[in-house]
């Protein structure tokens, strides 16, 4: 098991309008970006334990692009979503009620090839734009 990293942030919004904007895939293509010169153009999602996922990723000039999905290991709505990446690194999501807003925790296993603060800073960076996207629709 690699070195898990933790991304955090308030979202002022129910937990039931989080937990929507977090897991269908219309939201998900409008939120799932580090940057603005990034953007998701197809994202599915099969919410359920077995279920999977995919998220295609692209830099809007065209230059580069990837696949991000996995497969889901447990779900608990408006809590907890666990899953397994592709490359067999775990992630788990969790969703705590605090007060009017949501706090959403990502754990994550790093990945060997870059950096922990840069994988820290993108996934920390990708939950900012959830956060902006789900207060401002």
């Known amino acids: 098991?690699?070195?898990?990293?933790?991304?955090?942030?308030?979202?002022?919004?129910?937990?039931?309008?989080?937990w929507k904007y977090f897991t269908e895939p219309e939201h998900?293509?409008?939120?799932?970006?580090?940057?603005?010169d990034w953007h998701t153009p197809h994202a599915e999602n099969d919410l359920k334990?077995?279920?999977?996922?995919?998220?295609?990723?692209?830099?809007?000039?065209?230059?580069?692009g990837f696949d991000f999905g996995g497969?889901?290991?447990?779900?608990?709505?408006?809590?907890?979503?666990?899953?397994?990446?592709?490359?067999?690194?775990?992630?788990?999501i969790k969703f705590?009620?605090?007060?009017?807003?949501?706090?959403?925790?990502?754990i994550f296993e790093a990945e060997g090839t870059n950096p922990i603060e840069m994988q820290k800073g993108g996934w920390q960076a990708i939950l900012n734009s959830f956060k902006k996207h789900t207060e401002t629709n």
């Not at 899953?83 to 788990?92: A, F, H, I, M, P």
């Open 1 to 18: 098991m690699g070195t898990k990293i933790t991304v955090e942030t308030i979202v002022n919004a129910p937990v039931e309008k989080v």
């Open 28 to 36: 998900i293509e409008k939120w799932n970006n580090a940057s603005d």
């Open 49 to 64: 334990v077995g279920g999977k996922f995919t998220s295609r990723m692209e830099a809007k000039d065209g230059s580069f």
């Open 71 to 92: 497969v889901y290991d447990e779900i608990k709505e408006n809590e907890l979503i666990a899953y397994t990446l592709g490359d067999g690194r775990k992630v788990e």
């Open 96 to 106: 705590s009620v605090e007060g009017s807003s949501t706090k959403v925790v990502e």
